[in-house]
T-cell receptor
Framework: DSGVTQTPKHLITATGQRVTLRCSPRSGDLSVYWYQQSLDQGLQFLIQYYNGEERAKGNILERFSAQQFPDLHSELNLSSLELGDSALYFC?????????????FGPGTRLTVT | AQSVTQLGSHVSVSEGALVLLRCNYSSSVPPYLFWYVQYPNQGLQLLLKYTTGATLVKGINGFEAEFKKSETSFHLTKPSAHMSDAAEYFCAVSAGGYSTLTFGKGTMLLVSP
């Protein structure tokens, strides 16, 4: 158990809909990262927050947004969903802001868009 | 920009045999290198990392990797495979500082009795 929790575990929704994925980092970790894992694209970095502020952006679509709240939990919002958004979405947390620190991954949320 | 190439999407070994998973990277600055493992239906777990210093890095579960700058490689090895090693393995690179991780496509390790 990494100490990172993600809800829900599974999500099935229709095209055009909007969903919110939730992540609670390990106790004391200030950095939260979001990743998308799909068969064709592999594991892609989406976005990083550190102590409530956006720190780095990766291959995140404009239809996607995220935020980190004062209690350090984070939410990833996906809107106008398309079939291609079906993937496993991971949250990871780290004590550091940089990539030298170990990232602890949650179990993921499997999103299926029908 | 950084990139990672993992040679072989699937590697099959027999229990007790040497495990060798290949990773080559591209980085314009001295890289930080990582190996993560993903067991079925779980998130990724750090196996080992290289930042600076000794180029031979030992990790958990008997795995080790050697940073070879001249070959831009960071191959993962284990002398003797166990059935429990069956999982997907990801190599990742970072430029250090505040940069983020770039992952390879992953290599599925299959271990047969």
């Amino acid at each position: 158990d990494s100490g990172v929790t993600q809800t829900p575990k599974h999500l099935i929704t229709a095209t055009g809909q909007r969903v919110t994925l939730r992540c609670s980092p390990r106790s004391g970790d200030l950095s939260v990262y979001w990743y998308q894992q799909s068969l064709d694209q592999g594991l892609q970095f989406l976005i990083q927050y550190y102590n409530g502020e956006e720190r780095a952006k990766g291959n995140i679509l404009e239809r996607f947004s995220a935020q980190q709240f004062p209690d350090l939990h984070s939410e990833l919002n996906l809107s106008s969903l398309e079939l291609g958004d079906s993937a496993l979405y991971f949250c990871a947390s780290s004590a550091s802001t940089g990539a030298w620190g170990e990232q602890y991954f949650g179990p993921g949320t499997r999103l299926t868009v029908t | 920009a950084q990139s990672v190439t993992q040679l072989g999407s699937h590697v099959s070994v027999s229990e007790g045999a040497l495990v060798l998973l290949r990773c080559n990277y591209s980085s314009s600055v001295p890289p930080y290198l990582f190996w993560y493992v993903q067991y079925p239906n779980q998130g990724l777990q750090l196996l080992l990392k290289y930042t600076t210093g000794a180029t031979l890095v030992k990790g958990i579960n008997g795995f080790e990797a050697e940073f070879k700058k001249s070959e831009t490689s960071f191959h993962l090895t284990k002398p003797s495979a166990h059935m429990s090693d069956a999982a997907e393995y990801f190599c990742a690179v970072s430029a250090g500082g505040y940069s983020t991780l770039t992952f390879g496509k992953g290599t599925m390790l299959l271990v047969s009795p």
